[in-house]
């Protein structure tokens, strides 16, 4: 499977943004996950492809919306009311085969290549 992001930039905060990864085949689960600089890199969002289930952290829930089209293998995340502190890089990440566990990076084996998100204050 190869990963494909899109859809980072430079937003003030109280905006928006809206990612996007394109698999080019499918997958049990695809996931967002993000690193800001001299951190750890922390679970965002998952859907797992077959039911459309999704998944958040606490940090996100209530701001971020993740979908998916399911024609185009493609996962979206919806970020709205943007803070300084969702500055990070961004990384769409797969489970081939769902593990059991959504929220721990270890258990995804793809990984695309990033997109920076940067909130200024």
């Known amino acids: 499977v190869h990963l494909a992001e899109s859809g980072g930039g430079l937003v003030q905060a109280g905006g928006s943004l809206r990612l996007s990864c394109a698999a080019s085949?499918?997958?049990?689960?695809i996931g967002w996950f993000r690193q800001a600089p001299g951190k750890e890199r922390e679970f965002v969002s998952a859907i797992t492809w077959n039911s459309g289930a999704t998944y958040y952290s606490d940090s996100v829930k209530g701001r971020f919306t993740a979908s998916r089209d399911s024609a185009e293998n493609t996962l979206y995340l919806q970020m709205n009311s943007l803070k300084p502190e969702d500055t990070a890089r961004y990384f769409c990440?797969?489970?081939?085969?769902?593990?059991?566990?959504?929220?721990?990076?270890?258990?995804?084996?793809?990984w695309g290549q990033g997109t920076q998100v940067t909130v200024s204050s």
């Open positions: 990440a797969v489970q081939l085969t769902y593990s059991g566990r959504i929220r721990y990076a270890p258990d995804y084996s793809v």
């Open positions: 085949s499918s997958m049990s689960v």
